[in-house]
């Protein structure tokens, strides 16, 4: 299976700093999906990203996939309590199989 | 419209029992698949389905045997489970195709003793 690699592995942030985690493949990737998982939760799909160098906003958050398109990256401006959970990429392999990055834990002081 | 539905929502297991978790949805999906999730970790395919029908192997399906009978339903079993098995399991539905998304279910969460 094609393997991606996230980091950090966990992050503590005071309320209002920057949040940025990374993944990381040795191959180019068709697209990078995101994802966000509540304490107690499931994954939530953020968003898909496809284009090399493309980058997309949701409100406080910005993703962007490499010009080689062998990484990306999620960052949230201005962390709020809400944004506490989990992030993780995930990448698709052989037709329709998908592989999952070991997430980034965010913890938000408030 | 309830998305995917999982049960049950725990169990606990002894050694060596068996038993089946139960997975449906209602959006019409063709693809279907089994993760499991341990602490801390990310989340590892199980099986997957693209049709009514048909199964893969994902990365870690040692242990485990799935069904989908019809396109609502992917059933995983574990036909005598062990301690390593204990984690909470994920089933999640997708459209087919380039660039869509997978819904997940609530998950399972198992003990094996």
């Known amino acids: 299976g094609q393997q991606v690699m996230q980091i950090p592995q966990y992050q503590h942030v005071q309320e209002g700093e920057d949040f940025t985690t990374y993944c990381n493949s040795s191959?180019?990737?068709?697209?990078i999906q995101w994802y966000k998982q509540r304490p107690g939760g499931h994954p939530v799909f953020l968003i898909q990203?496809?284009?090399?160098?493309e980058v997309k906003k949701q409100k406080r958050l910005t993703f962007q996939f490499g010009e080689a398109k062998k990484n990306s990256s999620l960052h949230i401006t201005a962390t709020q309590t809400t944004d506490v959970g989990t992030y993780f990429c995930?990448?698709?392999?052989?037709?329709?199989?998908?592989?999952f990055g070991s997430g980034t834990k965010l913890n938000v002081k408030p | 419209n309830a998305g995917v539905t999982q049960t049950p929502k725990f169990q606990v297991l002894k050694t060596g029992q068996s038993m089946t978790l139960q997975c449906a949805q209602d959006?019409?999906?063709?693809?279907m698949y089994w993760y499991r999730q341990d602490p801390g970790m990310g989340l590892r395919l199980i099986y997957y389905?693209?049709?009514?029908?048909?199964?893969d192997k994902g990365e870690v399906p040692n242990g485990y045997n799935v069904s989908r009978l019809n396109k609502r339903e992917f059933s995983l079993r574990l036909e005598s489970a062990a301690p390593s098995q204990t984690s909470v399991y994920f089933c999640?539905?997708?459209?087919?195709?380039?660039?869509?998304?997978?819904?997940f279910g609530p998950g399972t969460r198992l003990l094996v003793l």
């Open positions: 999640a539905s997708r459209v087919g195709g380039e660039g869509k998304t997978q819904y």
């Open positions: 191959t180019t990737l068709s697209n």
């Open positions: 990203l496809v284009k090399s160098g």
């Open positions: 995930a990448v698709k392999y052989n037709f329709n199989k998908f592989y």
């Open positions: 959006m019409n999906h063709n693809s």
């Open positions: 389905s693209a049709s009514e029908g048909t199964t």
